[in-house]
């Protein structure tokens, strides 16, 4: 799976990102997985903003992820990121 960001907790839910791509969301309770996003490579935590995470990729995209419908809305960017958002 490649790199782990920092897990953020929102809810029940605990949702970590990886230089794999994968944006995860896994039971608190258990630790099972819940859902996957893909295409979200990046070395960097997501920020929670609301029920959104902010999240800066590795291909050159700046993302915003809604929890609820795990819609993802892109702006391209002029290069890799490699730090977490300041919200």
Excluded: F, K, M, Y
């Amino acid at each position: 799976s490649g790199l782990l960001t920092q897990p953020i907790v929102t809810g029940d839910t605990v949702v970590v990102a990886s230089l794999d791509g994968d944006l995860r969301g896994l039971s608190l309770a258990s630790g099972d997985l819940q859902w996957t996003v893909p295409n979200l490579p990046t070395e960097a935590s997501p920020e929670l903003v609301g029920n959104s995470l902010l999240l800066a990729t590795t291909a050159r995209e700046l993302c915003v992820v809604d929890l609820a419908s795990r819609e993802v809305r892109r702006r391209g960017l002029g290069e890799a990121v490699h730090t977490s958002p300041l919200v």
